[in-house]
């Protein structure tokens, strides 16, 4: 009995987890190039959920195909959000950018209000889950195909990012910017993609979120947009595996917090991040920079 | 082959070159020396397109590169080694060689270009796997040009290779740099260390607070008093 729940238990904090870590990955690949926190990300996030939502009740497409349309849609959405308003500002001071950042946040759940109105809207019925049963353990299908979707999803951005050529030239953009354009890459479409990967991730996130609690509303990405930043920071900003890591880690710890807790679920992603920031401000995972000269 | 004509540049509002004028030909090596802040690396920047050019004209094979971006800059046969090496610190050294013939998309070609670097950088082959930012510092300059030559260049743009290595190294690494020039590469070589530069090269520039003050071939410079007494610590 009690294993049972404890498997429970865990699978909710394995699926929680993963999406927070599918965030994670796009405020840590966009820090990772451009030192630069996008905190439009949350609202990359709500389109995904609200384009994926619209595929599956106006247009009664599959799920699959609802999910690559809401990446879709992220992603197009992300490298305009780059293109016009941290683009420009590229060489002005750090603090520009970030500004630039809360200002997209704040017009994008506006005009999602506009659009959508201030109510939730729900993924229709036969998007519900179905318990698996394996045994003396229950899942639920729809964690498991979270839980199935955001692992291939992150074995893909490994691979992109260690076995392609694009991927090389991230990474050489993200360590030393001028000398990777004195390789020949062009830095601005390097960066153009990091965003079209990062928002394509979150909007993934998006669509699965809002299939897994049946809804969607403007002021989603919120507490999700925040928690996936810190799951960024707890595994190190701009360390990929960090991201992962990190995003893991704070679901299994909101899911077992709220077991003895539940009115302060949200309070302990942030207690979480106070503790990293107090006692390990370069994360679990990251490195301080060192350098010969 | 290469050639300035009055080059400005500014950063903000402080002008770094005043009018710099200067010309390589084919075959050679130039050098330019130069105390620290004398604007020899804003010189190889304004030349790669990494700082912007207020005015004047820079040709390359005589087409006019001026104010074009850095990647097509490269892709027309120029490639640099910057100061400080600045290999990229968390990749293998087989990854730094790589993303030097970024723009090359012929795999077996690239495959040969590496064979050629490893011909005259042995150590690198050894180190193939290892983390570039650990190597030491000699191994990451042998890198830096390693990694340069990978794009082929027709004209190699040398930022003070000898920065911060042991003598011996040094002249190891100057005698590298006769061995690319024979076999056909220009080289533009900005130093402190004029001595060593003067001594490979076949024409220098001396610059000062961003002009030019003195242009001679090498040996001249080199029994030059004033080259002697302000550079060569006589």
Redesign the interface.
Known sequence: MFFQQFFAQVMNGLTLGSTYALIALGYTMVYGILELINFAHSEIYMTGAFVGLIMVTVYKLPFAAALLAGMAGSCILGVIIEKIAYRPLRKATRIAPLISAIGVSIFLQNAALLVFGPQARAFPANFSAAALNFGFVQISSLQLLILVISVLLMIGLHLLIHRT?IG??M??TA??K?????????IDRVISFTFAIGSALGGAAGVLVGVYFNSADPMMGFFPGLKGFVAAVLGGIGNIPGAMVGGLILGLAEVFGAVYMSQYKDAIAFAVLILILLFKPTGLMGRRI???? | MLKLENVVTHYGNIQALKGISLEISRGEIATVIGANGAGKTTTLKAI?G?VGVTSGKIFFEEKDITGK???DI??SGI??V?E?R?I????SVL?NL???A??NNDKNDVRKDMERVFELFPILKQRLKQVA?TLS?GE?QMLAIG?ALM?KPRLLLLDEPSM?LAPMIVSSIFDIITEINQSGTTILLVEQNAQMALSIAHKGYVLETGRIVMEDTAENLLHNEQVKKAYLGE
């Open positions: 050529k090389q030239a990474r050489a360590q030393d001028e000398t990777a354009q004195l390789m020949g890459i062009r060192q350098e010969k000269v | 790669c990494l971006p850095t990647p490269v892709s490639a640099m910057p400080g600045r990229f610190p968390r990749m990854e790589q993303l030097g970024y723009l930012g510092g990451q990694r794009a911060g």
